[in-house]
């Protein structure tokens, strides 16, 4: 069976810094695009940043020039580097990749929160 495990959530001041993991586990045959996304309450789930198997990136505006994406193939995870945290990036954050069991599927990790305070 085939799961996505987050880490690295938790408190931090703003202006501070965490980084999420995300490693898959389980059968399959590849991982295609790795992503992240982050949901506050009452609201619809939205992109903050994804990666290729090949390493390209996309960024959501809001996160752009303070977040990095980054993928470890060898190790199937994700992680995501954030600096510059500020108040608003109070939400759970969720990880999202396309694996290949026969075809490809996405998977979603549980979810991990991270809080900053002002």
């Known amino acids: 069976q085939v799961q996505l495990v987050e880490s690295g959530g938790g408190l931090v001041q703003a202006g501070g810094s965490l980084r999420l993991s995300c490693t898959a586990s389980?059968?399959?045959?590849?991982?295609?695009?790795m992503g992240w996304y982050r949901q506050a309450p009452g609201k619809q789930r939205e992109l903050v940043a994804s990666?290729?198997?090949?390493?390209?990136?996309n960024y959501a505006d809001s996160v752009k020039g303070r977040f990095i994406i980054s993928r470890d193939n060898a190790k199937n995870t994700v992680y995501l580097q954030m600096n510059s945290l500020k108040p608003e990036d109070t939400v759970v954050y969720y990880c999202?990749?396309?694996?290949?069991?026969?075809?490809?599927?996405?998977?979603w990790g549980q979810g991990t929160q991270v809080t900053v305070s002002s």
């Open positions: 999202n990749a396309a694996i290949a069991i026969g075809t490809f599927r996405l998977y």
């Open positions: 389980g059968s399959f045959f590849s991982i295609g695009t």
């Open positions: 990666i290729t198997s090949d390493g390209r990136t």
